[in-house]
C-alpha cells in the first residue's frame, strides 16, 4: 500500500511538473508574438525619424517581441550614420521603442567624414549642408589630438580677429593651418608655442594690414617667419627647420 501511495505521489509530481513546463511554454508562446510597431524617440537636426526608420526596420524584420536580441539589434543599429548612441525597450504587448540620440558634428574630417565633440570621425550620410564647420585632417585614429590642437588655435588667436578655418596633421607629424579662409601658416613639428607667439607678433605688428596680399606664412625658421607673398616670396629670416 505504501509503494503505491508513493508512486501516486510521484505520478502527481511529474504531471504536475509536465502541466507547469506546457503552460509555460504556452504562455510564452502566447507573450512571444511577431513585433507590429516600432516607435522612434529623439532630437534629430540633421536626419529625419523617416530616414531612421528606414534603417532600423531591417534590423527587426522577422523577429518576435520576446525572442529579438536587443543587444544585438542595438550594436547594429549603432552603425547607422548619425546615431551616437541607442537604447531600446519593449513596449507591451507588441511593441519595440528605439530612443535615439543624433551624432554633434564640429568639423569636417579628411574631406568625406564629420568630426563629433570627442574627436570620433563619423560618416556623413544623407547630410549634405552643415553650415560653417571647419576642415580638419589627419591621420587615421588622430581626430581627438587633431581637435583638441584646433580648440588650442583657436582660443589663442581669436583675440586677433582670426579664424582657424582649416588645421592638418600630415603623417610626419607637422602641422599647418587656415586663418579666415585665405592665408596658410606652416607651424611644423618642433617648438610649437615659441613659433605661435612669433606669427602672432608678426600679423600684430605687420601681417594683418597686409592680409590679402599674403600667400602662406612659414614659422620653420629658428628666429622668426618666412612669408610668401602673391608673386614673390621674401625670406625674413633664413634656417628652416621642422
Known sequence: MASRSSAGTLFGLVLGLALMVA?????????????????IKGDFEHVSAAYLQRHIAPLIRGQSWLSVPLGDVRQRALTIDWLSEVSI??????????????????????DGELLNVRGE?????PVTRLGNL????????????????????QSQLGGLGLNVSQLRLEPRGAWRF???????????????????????????????????QIRYIDLRYPNGVAVAWHGETTALENGQEG
Open 134 to 153: 571647419p576642415n580638419l585632417a589627419g591621420p587615421q585614429g588622430s581626430g581627438s589630438e587633431v581637435l583638441a590642437e584646433m580648440d588650442a588655435l
Open 178 to 212: 587656415q586663418v579666415n579662409d585665405t592665408v596658410w601658416v606652416m607651424l611644423g613639428r618642433n617648438d610649437r608655442e615659441a613659433r605661435l607667439a612669433r606669427f602672432m607678433a608678426a600679423w600684430q605688428r605687420r601681417l594683418s594690414d597686409e592680409a590679402s
Open 121 to 125: 570621425a563619423f560618416k556623413a550620410g
Open 23 to 39: 503552460g509555460g511554454q504556452a504562455l510564452w508562446t502566447w507573450l512571444d508574438r511577431p513585433i507590429e510597431r516600432v516607435t
Open 89 to 110: 525597450s519593449r513596449r507591451w504587448p507588441d511593441t519595440l521603442e528605439f530612443e535615439l540620440f543624433e551624432q554633434q558634428p564640429v568639423a569636417y574630417w579628411n
